[in-house]
């Protein structure tokens, strides 16, 4: 029998003004494709934070929450350095992902 390894996603959003936002997920395709959608209310919509700059994950709920925590406890400058150590151009890491998946929007 196979088991399956459930994966949680700490990861950092960001738009052209470069505010950021740091979640947690266990499914970050179908959270990152929520945020372009704009299904979900609260900062990220209201300031169009879907450009995903940073993420990061773990098969452990509990560190994943705690992680998040860490980072949203750092100033900018950290946050900042953290994403550039990844990812320079500060690109959007899900660009292409949204092609060939059918997604199941959750109300809220």
Do not use: C
Not at 27 to 33: N, T
């Amino acid at each position: 029998m196979l088991k399956f390894i459930k994966r949680y996603f700490v990861y950092i959003l960001t738009n052209a003004s470069k505010p950021l936002y740091t979640g947690m997920t266990n499914d970050l395709e179908r959270r990152l494709y929520e945020h372009k959608q704009k299904v979900i209310p609260g900062f990220a919509k209201r300031y169009n934070l879907s450009k995903l700059v940073y993420f990061e994950d773990t098969a452990d709920v509990k560190q994943a929450i705690a992680r998040e925590k860490q980072i949203k406890s750092w100033l900018r400058k950290k946050k900042i350095a953290l994403i550039e150590s990844t990812n320079p151009k500060w690109d959007d890491l899900s660009l292409d992902w949204f092609a060939e998946r059918d997604f199941s929007l959750r109300s809220e």
